[in-house]
């Protein structure tokens, strides 16, 4: 409303000012009419009321809305020039750069040359360091060379660029300015830093992998955004390695500040504006007191950041001049308003997850866990086993097992190496332990469970009874505690900044509990499950029982860690060895931590005739298992053993919240999604996959061909859009080739995707023209394009099928809804079968001498058909009443190659109904492109054409099983991804009114007689992204008013 003030205060002063300047003409007549009360103005309106208006009145409000609408569509028209103007200003610049680093004098372009593709050719020993080898007082001053990656980047000056550089958990500030001379490049001549490199340099993404060569320095004031606070570098030299092909969904760097204290922001920014005031002041060193040790901590040390296994994320504001938004994350259009990162986000897209502090230090830790395993046992007299993961019978139960075809026969994953290892201490090795994958078919998605996780086991032969072994695993898991938090308190602290951490208790003594005394301890707290039901003593406890049973035992022994002997004989294997004074029970026992189970483990049987009895008690027949008995039928000796694994024992350390976060590459019931089938295409030549600029053999491209990056330059014409729509397309596609429509074309591949700007929104429609492989990189890809070229426009995303809906609410975390679908049917059938008034109306039309024709498929359509036709679809726009909403223009002559035709004709030549059907890709078949019935047409002409279309179609291709009419409206709205309650109902309303006031669903109530299904597609748009703004713009673009 601010804009309307200033043009309405105007027209207000305006008025006034005449009103007191011009003197007013008395007219008697309406002078004296006023005196009586009665009179009406002479050039006037009554309002109802018995008080005229004057007509100027009438007219400066009139005038005064054209004044506000010119001022709104000026400024409108300016802002476009300006954001025009400074586009291109910005991208002439970057062509000049890169005009400049390729073709500029050697001495101010070398040093920031991109490096080749690195191929192995030489091998110079130069030497490179890494930041935790330096000592940062001795070196102090001196040049080093080290290989990292741009953790973030800003901007200060056209002269002056900030970059942090990142390897692996470690961060230092670099200052790159062309302003200040170096010393060393000054003296030998190596080169100038120009402001060519500077801008270069600032353009570079996060995670860009750079070769640096800097002079390291005490810093001038503390440096927070890193984890060196009190040294940087002078960068000297930036090389790239390599370029990142696809922007990262989020950077490392919006990842790990997520949660910084605005105060350190704001201290960041203060200090480097006064340090580095403008490019032509030279920021002067100070010559500060050296501390004896640099501080290493992360940039969130400052700040209390306990946080759960969801992170928080907010985008640094730093710098309002940054480059930073051209450079950071593909979670552009959903981080600005957001403040969370959830998990599902990270896991999707792991390898960036992997860089972060927190995941290098989580695994670190994992592999400090298998190192101090390893050593223990080793002490001890084990041995390190590795056994075949590939089995003949289940470990345990075939329920929860992987059964595979090995050439020909069944077998197995493992379940554990629990068969191997028994096989191994028959053999006389003792003491043996094994670390290794263990595959679990448990459809369990809980944040506790894996279908494929690494195992920790041990088996060994005993004396005289099993807590022989009992006793040197809980001294294996003690000397384990002491050595992490010897070791990797580090690591642990940085942990601590993401997930609460509270150190492990455990006692000398370790509590041994019977598990019968468990479910007393239990029933005297009151506990019962869901059902009421108190647990019994006799069956295995359930996960919420161990959790309390595990905090009863902090409170009592005061101990995160403890043991739970005697367990039940139900809750146990065949092999396990019985309780010899009580059956009910058995030799084995459970290991928690936190109130969870770490380890299971126990005596196993070795007498062979007892162990096939139990075999045979199990539903397991012994001939499974000949290899495993035959090393009992010779003899075995008393042994136990137990497995842990190593992926709950980390996230229960670490209080994770999730054992996938302590997996490297998880494995759970939703891994390993089906990939789509790969269809013939129509045109081979038009591959996205296979693009014909690269059908070259690899030998004809010779080294002159490439750039700076060993990449070849691309210098090609993409694939016509129309054979890509014929390869992959929808029926959503077809509208592209309209000229309202704009397409984005991928560089590597040719892929397309069509988009409409409209009302400051970039509306994408349909799918991306590419192989279902290529869609992700497709989708970042067009995303990474609107933030670069349209900053300023909010994107949508309408007519999305089920893969691109779960892409953007499952990587980006858009909110998705349904409220159209594909209209699809199979043109063999014939519904007139099934609908008496379908048929009656086809009669008709046969009975009034409708004659369809069809027109050979791929050839020119005559000029003289076409002016006919054209000139009765100008007779049926006239015909039209009201809005109409569709997504493309009535062009039917475009694209011919593609459509097939035909048109209705009475008995004396007039044409009454056109139907063309456009080819899509194998698998969508065709599109009822334009269906459409001209004025007098007689009833049922309409429904007789497409019925013959449909039967033609299917005569001349029989490879096609469906024919789509495009997207129908379906009767109501429902939500789908990242979606409230609150917001569905909103949005349901608002369709509600919209599809009543448009009929949006008759057009659906006409195809379901030519027997459609329905296929549902999706509108998706990041958060904040849709609301009456969005709507509006939807419905301005599908509207044409007739």
Known sequence: MNILKKPFRKLKLGHSSSGDSVPKKVDTDSAASSVNGVGTPTNGHSNGNGNALAGSDVDSRRQSREIINAERERRSLDKQRVKAEAKKRETMARIEDEKFLEEGPADMTKLYKPFSMNMSKDRTNEPRILFKDLDFEKMDGELISFRARIHTLRRLSAKLVFIVFRQQTMTIQGVLQSFNPIEELQKENKGTITEQMVRSVEHYPSETIVVVHAKLRKAVKKVKNATIHDYELDVIEVHKVGDLTEHVPFTVYDAENINRDRDDIEDDEDAESSLYPSASDTPKGADTPRDSTPKFSTPRSSTDMIRASTDIIRRSTIGRGSVDKSRTSMDVFGARSQRSLPQRVRLNNRIVDLRTGPSQAIFRIQSGICNLFRTYLDDQGFIEIHTPKLQGGATESGASVFELNYFGRPAFLAQSPQLAKQMAIASDFERVYEVGPVFRAEDSNTPRHLTEYTGLDLEMALEEHYHEALDIIDGMFKNLWKGIYTRYQKEIDLISEFYPQERVMWLEETPRIKFADGVKL????????????????????????????????????????????????????????????????????????????????????????????????????????????????????????????????????????????????????????????????????????????????????????????????????????????????????????????????????????????????????????????????????????????????????????????????????????????????????????????????????????????????????????????????????????????????????????????????????????????????????????????????????????????????????????????????????????????????????????????????????FREKMGVRNEPVYVCYPRGGLGAGGIRAIMGFLEDEG
């Open 522 to 1005: 239990l029933i005297e707290e009151g506990w019962v499950d869901e059902e009421g039901n108190p647990p019994k003593d006799t069956e295995d406890l359930a996960t919420r029982a161990e959790i309390r049973l595990g905090a009863i035992v902090r409170e009592k022994y005061n101990t995160d860690y403890y043991i739970l002997d005697k367990f039940p004989a139900s809750a146990r294997p065949f092999y396990t060895m019985p309780d010899p004074s009580d059956n009910r029970y058995t030799n084995s026992f459970d290991i928690f931590m936190r109130g969870q189970e770490i380890l299971s483990g126990g005596q196993r049987i070795h007498d062979a005739k007892f162990l096939e009895k139990n075999l045979k008690a199990k539903g397991i027949h012994p001939d499974t298992m000949t290899e495993y008995l035959e090393g009992f039928r010779w003899g075995a000796p008393p042994h136990a053993g137990c497995g842990i694994g190593l992926e709950r024992l980390t996230y229960l350390f670490l209080n994770l919240g999730n054992i996938r976060l302590a997996s490297m590459f998880p494995r759970d019931p939703k891994s390993l999604p089906a990939q789509p089938p790969r269809l013939a295409l129509r045109h081979e030549e038009a591959s996205t996959t296979n693009p014909p600029w690269e059908q070259k053999d690899y030998e004809e491209l010779s080294e002159d061909s490439a750039d700076a990056n060993g990449v070849v330059e691309s210098r090609h014409e993409y694939q016509p859009l129309e054979k890509l729509i014929a390869n992959y397309g929808d029926a959503a596609n077809t509208s592209w080739l309209d000229t309202r429509y704009k397409v984005w074309r991928h560089q590597s591949t040719g892929a397309a995707q069509g988009y409409v700007v409209h009302n400051n929104y970039a509306i994408a429609v349909g799918e991306p023209l590419c192989a279902k492989s290529q869609v992700p990189q497709m989708v970042s890809g067009f995303l990474q394009f609107l933030k670069e070229e349209h900053k300023e426009l909010k994107p949508l995303w309408m007519i999305a099928g089920p893969q691109i809906e779960e892409y953007l609410g499952e990587k980006f975390l858009w909110r998705t809804l349904g409220c159209i679908a594909e209209e699809r049917t199979d043109p063999r059938n014939n519904p007139a079968s099934k609908d008496k008034d379908l048929a009656r109306k086809i009669r008709h039309a046969e009975a009034e001498g409708m004659k369809e024709i069809d027109l050979p498929f791929g050839e020119p359509v005559p000029e003289d058909l076409m002016q006919k036709i054209d000139a009765r679809v100008e007779d049926w726009k006239k015909g039209r009443k009201g809005t109409q909403v569709h997504l493309t223009e009535i062009r039917p002559w475009v694209d011919q190659q593609h459509r097939r035709y035909s048109y209705s004709q009475g008995p004396d030549g007039t044409i009454h109904a056109i139907c063309v059907l456009h080819q899509l890709s194998a698998q969508n078949g065709y599109q009822v492109k334009f269906s459409l019935e001209f004025p007098n047409a007689p009833s049922g002409t309409i429904e007789s054409l497409i019925l013959h279309s449909l039967r033609s179609v299917a005569a001349a291709d029989p490879e096609c099983k469906q024919v789509t009419f495009g997207t129908g409206a379906m009767p109501t709205l429902e939500g789908g991804r990242n979606m409230g309650k609150t917001k569905t109902k909103a949005l349901r309303k608002a369709y509600e009114g919209i599809n009543k006031q448009f009929k949006l669903t008759n057009k659906s109530e």
